[in-house]
């Protein structure tokens, strides 16, 4: 079998990513209360950082040289590049770490393609041979009894 | 007594030695609950470099602001976020299997947790008054023993909000979104962002009939002398007390009734 070109690996990489883009949207749109209740949290916050500014700015007309509007600006691209780095890294990389501690990243370990990417696939699902502790996994029997470990290791995560 | 002492020493001990394991955590935690009045205090001092702020120094702001940074930090309150997580996940399970109620538990994790992180905030507070005259404050024992009661009210009155208002994940899945909307409105009612009196009076005025300005403005008025009347005292002091016995009351219903609607499989 011949390796496939660089091409035909990209086309791929391009199938899975939309594949999972697809996946996630519709996961995200399964929950519509939830969805509702995100945007509405969205624009609490943003109600409360005009807030803040009109609280400072009742004392005073301008901030280090600043204006109220210039201000509102500044808060305005902050948002929009917040909401990217949110949109695109953040929900991701913030599960990672979850799932490491879960164990659950056994189970993205084990697919053919790696998922955090999707930009190549991963040679040997990044397993190194030696038994993992399944005590806390979530594929462990659930009548199985934790260890004083498990029970810890929620605690302030 | 000699035995709830004996499970709160044990109780206490053991979430001190959790903290242990989260050092590096507990360390940014820390970081950012002083951050935020650090850049509190950061805007405030650059606008009353014009002059007072309705009464309101510089020097006024910056130990209004220390106070804040001490007060929150005693005064936290996480247990809503780790309660909607047990119930949702099933980890309440074995805490009720336990001998002792999970909230005494919960009551001694504060009690570890708010021992170590406020000393640091303490003595930083001492370290930044050696070379920066204007947090110092008088010496004031019979004070600093007022606003030592005046922060455990504090810290009592918040954790059983949060404790409660978290219970209600019994119920909802929403329960952490009340805490958010509460976190929200207290960053200006509890006086975080500004001391009360700088608000639109209206808005101070509504924020005194809430619970929000004894778990904060309260403790830092008395500690800072702005509290100075037995009037004033009076005031504080029963509506702390008040508040208290309402979230008190609070967290005795939601756990009654939550505990017997509640019904896990699994963990």
New interface residues.
Partial sequence: MTRPGPLERFGAAARVLGALWRVNVVEELQYRANFVASLLGTLFWMAMALLTLALFFRHTTRLGGWDYWEVVALLGVFNALTGVIEAVLRPGIGELADEVRSGRLDLILVRPWRSDSGSRPTPSGGWDGRPRPRACSRLSSPSAPRSRSCMLSGWRS | VRQWLRRYAALIRAAWL??L??RA?IAIWMLWNVTEPAIALG??W??AG?GA??GFDRAEFARYFFGVALVNQLALAWDAW?ID?WIREG?MN?RLARPIKPVHEAVADNIAYKLRTASVVLLLWILAALVWPPVRLPFAPGRWALFALAALLAAAIRFLNGYATGLLAFWT??AT?LM??QF?VA??LSGR??PLA???PAVARAAHLLWFPYVLAFPVEVLTGAVATPADYVRGFAGQAAWLLVWWAAYRAVWASGIRRYGA???
């Fill in positions: 959790v903290d394991q989260y955590a805007i405030w650059s606008i014009a702020v309705q780790y997580r980890e074995f899945t929403r979104a958010e909307l929200g960053l200006f962002l500004a700088l608000l639109p499989v699994g963990g």
